[in-house]
Structures are given as C-alpha cells and as structure tokens.
C-alpha cells in the first residue's frame, strides 16, 4: 500500500508542477457527433426549426456576478455536452488540474504559483520523518490568512465588515424576511477577489501532493503522541500509532490509529478508521485534509467537508469506504471560493440536507469527485420548499448550481463519478440542474446507476439557468415524480439529459423525456439499448407549451435499440406534440 500510495503522489506532484499548461483534450470527438446532429436535424424539419435557432435569447437580464460558462450554454445549448465531457475529464483525480479548470470556470487567470515564505521553525521534540510534511503544512497556515486578507483588499473597511459580520446570510438558512435587501451586502461582495481563493486552492493542490507523498512514508510510526503552541490559540499535533482525539488544532500529522478530529484546519492522516467533525472548514478562511487509507466518517454542519464560503477547501481521501454527512455548502460546495472533495477508492456514502455535493453559488465552484466504487448520494430531509411544496425538501445538491433571484447570478456546481453502480436521491432540485443563471453538471462515467428526484432535475435549466446530466454507460434507471426533468428548460432557460449506452427506462410526470416552455430548450438523447420511457402525464416524451406569453423546444432522440413508450408513441417513428414538442426514435445508422 505504501508503494502505490507513494506513486500516486508522484504522479500527483508531477501534475502540480505542470499546472502552468492546459490539461490535455482527449482523442474521444464530440458527444454530440455527426449521427446526433444528423437526427436532430431531422427532428427539427418537424417543426420547422433549425440547430441555429436554439440559440434564442434565454437572458434578457444581466447583473455583475455573470459567468461566461452559464451565458454561452445558454445562448449555444448543445454546448452543454460540451460541459460535461469536461467536467468529465477535468475534475477526476488530481486536484491540480480542477484548480485550472475551476479558474477557467470562474473568468479568472491560471493560478499563479504563489511565493510564499519556506517555514523554518520546526519545533523542538517534532520526529525527523514528520518535519518535511511539518514544514509545508505550517507554510499553508501562514499564507492562508493573507489569501483572505487579499480577496477583501479591494472592499473599504466598512464593506469589509459587513461581508465579514453577514456574508454567510446569503445561502445559510436565513428566511429572505430575517435578511433583509440583499443588496448593499451583494454591492459589497461583488467586489471581492475570488482569484486569491483559485490562487490558494491550486496551492491546497500542491500541498495535498507533497504532503501525501510524505505521508505515504509515514504510515505505522511509532512516535509518542505530541501537542505544540506555534502561536498564542495556534495548535499544532502529532498523533502516535494508536487512537487519539485532536480538538481545535492548526495542524495535525498522525501516523495510524483510529483517530478523532475535532474542527482541525490542516490534516495528514496517514492511516486507520478516523472520524472527523467539522473539519475542512473554510468560511472566510482556507482548509485542507488529507486522509491516506481507513474506512472513515466525516460529520459536520454547514461549511465543511470540502466546502468554501468566501474561502477555499480541499478534502482528498485517498482509499477505504467512507461515508459523509453534514447539512448545508459542504461535500464540495463553493460560493465566493472554491470547495472541492476527492474520494478516489471505495463504496462511500454522501449525506447531506442542502447546497452539497458539488454546489456552486454566486462567484464559486464546488466539485466532488468520486474515481471508484458503488456510491451513494442523498440530498434533503431537512429544509421544507414551502410555501411550494411544504410537504417536500429543497436538496439543490448533485452538481448544481444556484444564483440569489432576481440579485446576482450563479455559480457552478459540478459532481463527476468515474465508475461503479450508482445511486442518487434528491428532492427538490437537483442533479444535473441550475437554477437563476447558474450551471450545473453531474457526468457518470461508468455502471448501473439509479436517479430518483421529486421534482426539478436530472440535467434541466430552471428560471433562465443551465443543467446537464451525463452517463456514459450501463443500464440505468431516471425516475422523477413531478415533473420539470430528464431534459427540460423552465423559463428562458436550457436543460440536456444525454446517455450513450445500456438498457435504460425513464419515469416522469410533467416536462419530462425532453420538455420546455417559457422560451426554454430541453433535450433528452438516449443513443443505444433498449430504453422504456413511462410518461405519468401527457407532457413527456418530447413535449412543449406556452407560458409567459411564450413557449419552449422540447426534443426527445432515441437512437438505437427496441423501445416502449407509455404515451402511444411507437419505436422508429417521428412525432410531435403540442406548441414545439418532438421525438424521434430510430436506428441511427437506418
């Protein structure tokens, strides 16, 4: 284990000090291919309409916070495969490259390679084999204060004060009437340099390498258990080989054990079954953990586990069966920052109630990376969507991406698992999905994978917003119980549901299988097996109506494959339904 753990972080090092180029384009061509586009085409004759024209406009308002990401895939709607083979490829195992990507994301520079001074002072007692990871570990806390320090330089002292006393208002639970305007905080935060927290996650990055390279040499010391001050309520730990409890530290370096974390900032656990409360924090401040091998349990409440509030966050678990909980922006989740977790071996579970799971809010990122095993997702429980749906919860978790209506824009929330059967739960708006111009993205790359969702989802644009949801493989299983999913633009916005292959069968109640209205695009393509599509209302499968004085492009593709359809529709024929609803469903090379 040590030998594959110390090649890992090999490659991983090699990647960071690469970080200056671009990660390289993969030789597979384009999702949307020359036999997409050509029945697609087809589709459109029905109806009278061309690929140019889904570019009407679906953004008639504008505001500061706007990312180009969200207004391209809004103007250019197929570009959204274009996302999702990215997100695909750019957020898998190597944080480095996630930093380049999540700076492209965000309109910002590459991360630059920060100076920061080498920490020299190595305490007195600290083992010889921990000083190196010792050394780049208290580097990071030093320069982490100046990386805030640096975002909200460009705020005067008063806007400084009061995104510092009320910035965590804006997505952490408080009613709009306990808020208040919004705006003389959003004037303030507008202003904010979220390029210091690329900067320092892309530094998380080369940490996390460097130290768990060391780390790998490390597993099974046998020091004793230690505890220094490095400053006045600045804690720095080492742990011995067997269980300890570390509360309130700076740094820690443990060896082995089966060991307790209590809200520590910076962590290298090199071995054992841990449990970790509230760690990986980083609200108005920046964290990294990074856990080599042990079947851990990761609690907390809101702003952990990878997540970023006006900060930036790295948590990298390197192997075992894991399992998450917390409540609100954490499990990779990021708003004015960048949050990202990287599971890269085991069976893990990921819990939470909102804003998880790869979120983005307004200026941020958040990605979770799951690289092996079967995982489970779930989202909600918690915070009721009344007056809406008071008997149901808001989840607006599984990559996506959510703006502050009608203030400011969102960001993007991006979940990419690369193998295993899958399971996935939300409730109310979720995976693959956006909502007030926002991006959100969730690309499965392997396995048999369910999704279950009760409404808004499941690769759809919400309130002139983008979504797309990808599975690149296996039979798998979509079912929404109301509607507004599995492909659907609601109102002025864009929504793509693309698998490649399997055996797959779709349920859904309203705009489901392809739907739109309100000027919205919504596409389902489903490019081989034997699919079933279960419409539980008319509005599915390819289905389109006015609202807002307006009405939307709904589109179904099934290209390959015997079919069934609940509605009347047949296999290998063309339909259209509605004001601009279509399906097509044939052999793609016939």
């Not at 804690?235 to 570390?246: M, Q, T």
């Not at 520590?264 to 964290?287: E, H, I, M, P, S």
């Not at 991406?401 to 400011?408: D, E, L, V």
């Not at 024929?573 to 469903?585: C, I, N």
Request: charged letters at 20%; a negative charge; glycine letters at 14%.
């Amino acid at each position: 284990m040590k030998r594959r753990l110390g090649l890992f972080f090999a490659a991983a090092v090699l990647a960071a000090g690469a970080m200056a180029e671009d990660p390289p384009k993969p030789a597979e061509g384009p999702l949307l291919d020359d036999g997409v586009m050509r029945r697609l085409k087809q589709a459109l004759d029905c109806v009278n309409l061309s690929v140019e024209d889904l570019g009407w406009d679906k953004r008639p308002l504008d505001d500061a916070f706007r990312l180009s990401c969200v207004n391209d895939t809004l103007d250019h709607p197929l570009h959204l495969a274009d996302a999702a083979r990215d997100a695909e490829r750019d957020f898998a195992a190597d944080p480095a490259a996630s930093a380049i990507a999540a700076a492209r994301l965000l309109d910002l520079q590459k991360p630059a390679e920060l100076r920061r001074d080498a920490h020299d002072r190595i305490p007195a007692g600290m083992p010889v084999e921990a000083q190196v990871a010792f050394l780049e570990l208290a580097g990071l806390l030093e320069f982490s204060g100046s990386a805030v320090e640096r975002a909200l330089a460009p705020l005067s002292e008063e806007e400084r004060g009061l995104v510092r006393d009320k910035g965590s208002r804006l997505y952490l639970g408080e009613d709009d009437e306990e808020q208040g305007d919004p705006m003389p905080l959003l004037n303030a935060a507008q202003k904010v340099n979220v390029q210091a927290f690329v900067d320092m996650f892309a530094e998380l990055a080369r940490t996390a390498a460097v130290a768990g390279k060391e780390g790998a040499g490390l597993a099974g010391a046998k020091w004793e258990a230690r505890t220094w001050e490095l400053a006045k309520g600045v804690a720095l730990a080492i742990g011995g080989p067997g269980p300890d409890r570390f509360e309130d530290c700076a740094i820690v370096i443990d060896p082995g054990g089966d060991d307790t974390y209590v809200r520590c900032q910076y962590v290298l656990d090199c071995g054992g079954n841990d449990t970790y409360r509230d760690c990986a924090t980083a609200l108005f401040g920046c964290a990294m953990l990074v856990d080599l091998a042990g079947n851990d349990v990761y609690t907390g409440g809101n702003v952990c586990q990878g997540g970023a509030m006006f900060g930036a966050s790295l948590l990298l678990d390197v192997a075992g069966d894991d399992r998450y909980e917390a409540d609100q922006l954490s499990q990779g989740s990021g708003v004015f920052g960048v949050g990202m977790l990287f599971d890269l071996a085991g069976n893990d579970g990921y819990r939470g109630a909102r804003f998880v799971q790869g979120f983005g809010g307004t200026r941020g990122l958040g990605a979770l990376s799951d690289v092996a095993g079967n995982d489970t997702y779930y989202a909600g429980g918690k915070y009721s969507h009344a007056p809406l749906l008071p008997e149901n919860f808001q989840s607006l978790s599984q990559g996506f991406g959510f703006g502050m209506r009608p203030s400011a824009s969102g960001g993007v929330g991006i979940l990419a698992d690369h193998a295993g059967n899958d399971q996935y739960t939300a409730e109310v708006f979720g995976q693959g999905a956006s909502y007030w111009f926002a991006l959100g993205v969730l690309a499965d790359s392997a396995g048999h994978d369910k999704y279950d969702l009760y409404q808004y989802g499941q690769g759809s644009g919400i309130h002139l917003s983008s979504g797309v949801l990808f599975d690149r493989a296996g039979n798998d299983a979509y079912s929404c119980n109301n509607g507004v999913a599995q492909g659907c633009g609601h109102d002025w916005a864009a929504g793509m549901l693309l698998d490649l292959a399997g055996n797959d069968y779709y349920q859904g109640a309203g705009m489901t299988h392809g739907g739109a209205n309100a000027n919205g695009f919504g596409i389902l393509v489903d490019r081989a097996g034997n699919d079933a599509y279960s419409g539980v209302r008319p509005e599915c499968q390819g289905w389109s109506f006015q609202s807002r004085g307006t009405f939307g492009l709904g589109v179904l593709l099934d290209l390959g494959g015997q079919d069934k359809y609940s509605l009347g529709t047949k296999d290998n024929t063309a339909w259209t339904k509605s004001w601009l609803g279509v399906g097509l469903d044939c052999e793609e090379g016939k």
